[in-house]
């Protein structure tokens, strides 16, 4: 077994899911694979069973019974990473948005650099976004400006889905009480490690959108990471009250 491990949740990536473990397994630094499939209809799991070989145990599928969102399957995969006794546990999705190259940057800062968490950024030096429209672009940016306003996280991209952590990070934060399971669970996860004191290192890559499948954004995924971020920075200022009485 090594030592990092990558999640990819999946739901219908039968076009994409193939080419993403091959590329994974092709990287230069070792790093096994956690397949976590929402009963994809299109047959998800069943190529991802293809590659699953007893002897060489360096990928796992977890097959779900419904599709409960991308915050539920990234909770379940991290607490059984921890339980197969990963050091550095990776998130990235399945469609080749963020590119499998960057693994090992994003774990070596981790490892050689000393930072808790690494974060696979879009913005952090500009933007670094490929085949997106003006109008989500924007979107996106509005989105970061709007979270940091809110929270005072200083993260460029916290919607940023490509993301590595020591295992102490999952094991601090109370991942039962993970509240979000759209592309809230992304901001929730930076912010409770960032107000946990967590070292942060944000590294640039460069974001290409999907060219095969389709993508999982909706209204109400928008709508969730919208009043997502007021109810986090709610709790939090309750939290004080309470310490101070």
């Known amino acids: 077994m090594n030592d990092c491990v990558v999640i990819i949740p999946t739901y219908n990536e039968k076009e994409n899911i193939e080419d993403i473990i091959q590329a994974v397994f092709a990287v230069s630094m070792p790093f096994d694979i956690i397949v976590i499939d929402d009963n994809s209809p299109d047959g998800t799991a069943g190529l991802v069973k293809n590659f699953i070989s007893p002897e060489d145990k360096k990928l796992y599928l977890v097959e779900r019974h419904n599709k409960l969102g991308l915050g539920t399957a990234y909770i379940e995969a991290f607490r059984i990473a921890l339980e197969y006794g990963y050091e550095y546990i990776l998130?990235?999705?399945?469609?080749?948005?963020?590119?499998?190259?960057?693994?090992?940057?994003?774990?070596?800062?981790?490892?050689?650099?000393?930072?808790?968490?690494?974060?696979?950024?879009?913005?952090?030096?500009?933007?670094?976004?490929?085949?997106?429209?003006?109008?989500?672009?924007?979107?996106?940016?509005?989105?970061?400006?709007?979270?940091?306003?809110?929270?005072?996280?200083?993260?460029?991209?916290?919607?940023?889905?490509?993301?590595?952590?020591?295992?102490?990070?999952?094991?601090?934060?109370?991942?039962?009480?993970?509240?979000?399971?759209?592309?809230?669970?992304?901001?929730?996860?930076?912010?409770l490690a960032w107000r946990a004191g967590f070292n942060i290192k944000e590294l640039p890559i460069i974001f290409t959108d999907r060219i095969r499948g389709k993508s999982k954004m909706s209204i109400k995924i928008f709508r969730e990471a919208f009043l997502g971020v007021w109810h986090m920075r709610l709790s939090n200022f309750h939290k004080k009250l309470h310490e101070v009485k």
């Open 91 to 191: 998130e990235m999705d399945a469609d080749f948005s963020h590119d499998p190259k960057d693994l090992t940057r994003l774990c070596n800062a981790c490892i050689n650099d000393g930072y808790d968490i690494a974060i696979g950024s879009r913005y952090i030096t500009g933007v670094n976004v490929v085949n997106w429209p003006l109008s989500r672009v924007l979107l996106s940016l509005s989105a970061g400006v709007y979270v940091r306003w809110i929270t005072g996280m200083p993260i460029a991209d916290p919607t940023a889905g490509f993301v590595c952590y020591k295992r102490k990070v999952l094991e601090t934060i109370n991942l039962s009480k993970v509240k979000f399971i759209g592309y809230a669970f992304q901001i929730e996860m930076k912010y």
